[in-house]
């Protein structure tokens, strides 16, 4: 791959490609299963560079999306186990000690993730940032193992045969990808800054106003200035 205008790649892309050189598929896919546990390991530079080497016949398309599949699917069972090992109960009491978050917020989430864990899951597999972390919620609510693999390797599926096919068809080319996926990263960021400015402002004037005087527990007269007025009325 290096005499195509890949040798100048370094950092962690640099090592998947190394990877892939030495290993071929498997190397694809070890490389997207690090990605699920170390999100810094970008899938958006690592899939295209796949389907690349497909191209240049390192290895087979249909091995290419095979393992890096394979290798999604691993990741995500790692991040599964964790959430199952943590569980509800244990989030519930790391939620206690972090400001601003109630352990109702925990119980909501786990009830949402019931009704909607399947969709969560599979569209979670498309979306960057939360691909890898949407697994932890699932493992925390027990979701059913064999739906959790299935709309794992559906979502996983579809996400590394856009990327990989974008490699492939765009050849030498193939970083002409990552303006577009860091465009749709930024916009993730964007998202996700939103909802929690606006979870902390909420969060933050509801407590406010409940340290009001006159907010909870009603306010009683003190006891001296009933008295005094009782017995101005018995006189």
């Not at 069972?77 to 917020?105: F, K, N, S, T």
């Not at 019931?114 to 949407?134: C, D, E, N, Q």
């Not at 599926?157 to 096919?165: A, E, K, P």
């Not at 200035?225 to 006189?235: H, I, Q, R, Y």
Request: proline share 6%.
């Amino acid at each position: 791959m290096s005499p195509t205008g890949t040798a100048e790649i370094g950092g962690l892309a640099g090592w998947a490609v190394s990877l892939m050189e030495r290993i071929g598929g498997p190397g694809a896919g070890l490389a997207i299963f690090l990605e699920n546990l170390f999100p810094p390991v970008p899938s958006e530079v690592v899939l295209p560079l796949a389907g690349f080497a497909a191209r240049l016949n390192h290895f087979s398309l249909v091995e290419a999306v095979v393992w890096t599949t394979i290798g999604s699917v691993l990741g995500a069972w790692c991040l599964y186990g964790l959430g199952a090992w943590l569980g509800h109960d244990r989030m519930r009491e790391l939620a206690a000690r972090v400001p601003l978050i109630e352990v109702d917020d925990i119980d909501r989430t786990a009830e949402w993730f019931a009704r909607h864990g399947a969709k969560a899951v599979f569209f979670g597999r498309m979306v960057p940032l939360f691909r890898s972390f949407i697994s932890i919620p699932a493992g925390t609510a027990r979701m059913n193992f064999a739906m959790f693999t299935l709309f794992t390797l559906l979502g996983s599926l579809i996400w590394n045969c856009v990327f990989i096919g974008a490699g492939y068809l765009l050849g030498a080319n193939w970083d002409a990808v990552e303006p577009y996926s860091a465009g749709l990263q930024y916009v993730v960021i964007a998202v996700v800054v939103v909802i929690v400015v606006r979870f902390v402002l909420r969060r933050l004037r509801r407590r406010r106003g409940n340290d009001r005087p006159g907010r909870g527990a009603a306010v009683h007269p003190p006891a001296t200035v009933s008295a005094s007025t009782s017995e101005n009325g018995s006189d």
